[in-house]
């Protein structure tokens, strides 16, 4: 690519009825003074597009971390969630577990308290039968038993 300063310095071999020299000298210099314009604009442009390019990839990383942390996050919620509802259906087991002991306890008492009860009642009629048995005996010795006078 020729540089606007090869432009400007280029000289030019001089004919009979060529062109004007001052013409073409000044044309030359708008030329490289163009060509020089356009390059740093395009040197800007460069600059610009790679920052912005810099800039979008530091984008694509934010936009790759922020989906890495919902994931995360979502992951994170569900285990969670499924911890939650294990606890709750091991509190659940556990309480039923402890009721039903209650209820079997319960049960195993009311049936000792019968069984008591049975007993006492049973003690109880042998305990009418003996004393009736040792009143009736004692009434027999009693009328047994004569005083002499």
Same mark, same amino acid.
């Given at each position: #690519?020729?540089?606007?300063?090869?432009?400007?310095?280029? +000289?030019? @071999?001089?004919?009979?009825?060529?062109?004007?020299?001052?013409?073409?000298?000044?044309?030359?210099?708008?030329?490289? @003074?163009?060509i020089?314009?356009?390059? !740093?604009?395009?040197?800007?442009?460069? !600059?610009?597009?790679?920052?912005?390019?810099?800039?979008?990839? &530091?984008?694509?990383?934010i936009?790759? @971390?922020?989906?890495? %942390?919902?994931?995360?996050?979502?992951?994170? %919620?569900?285990?969670?969630? @499924?911890? %939650? !509802?294990?606890?709750?259906?091991?509190?659940?087991? $556990?309480?039923?577990? &402890?009721? &039903?002991?209650?209820?079997? $306890?319960?049960n195993?008492?009311?049936?000792?308290?019968k $069984? +008591?009860? $049975?007993?006492?009642? &049973?003690? #109880?009629?042998?305990?009418?039968? !003996?004393?009736?048995?040792?009143?009736?005996?004692?009434?027999?010795?009693? +009328?047994?038993?004569?005083?002499?006078?």
């Amino acid at each position: #690519m020729i540089s606007p300063f090869e432009i400007e310095n280029k +000289e030019f @071999n001089s004919k009979i009825s060529g062109y004007n020299k001052t013409e073409v000298d000044e044309y030359l210099y708008k030329l490289s @003074n163009d060509i020089e314009n356009v390059i !740093k604009t395009i040197e800007m442009k460069e !600059k610009e597009i790679s920052r912005l390019e810099d800039e979008l990839k &530091k984008f694509h990383r934010i936009e790759k @971390n922020i989906t890495e %942390a919902l994931v995360v996050a979502k992951e994170t %919620a569900n285990e969670i969630i @499924n911890n %939650a !509802k294990q606890k709750s259906e091991n509190i659940i087991a $556990q309480n039923e577990n &402890k009721a &039903k002991n209650i209820i079997d $306890q319960a049960n195993r008492e009311v049936l000792n308290a019968k $069984q +008591e009860f $049975q007993v006492v009642k &049973k003690d #109880m009629n042998m305990y009418k039968i !003996k004393m009736r048995s040792l009143i009736d005996s004692q009434r027999e010795l009693n +009328e047994s038993i004569t005083i002499d006078e």
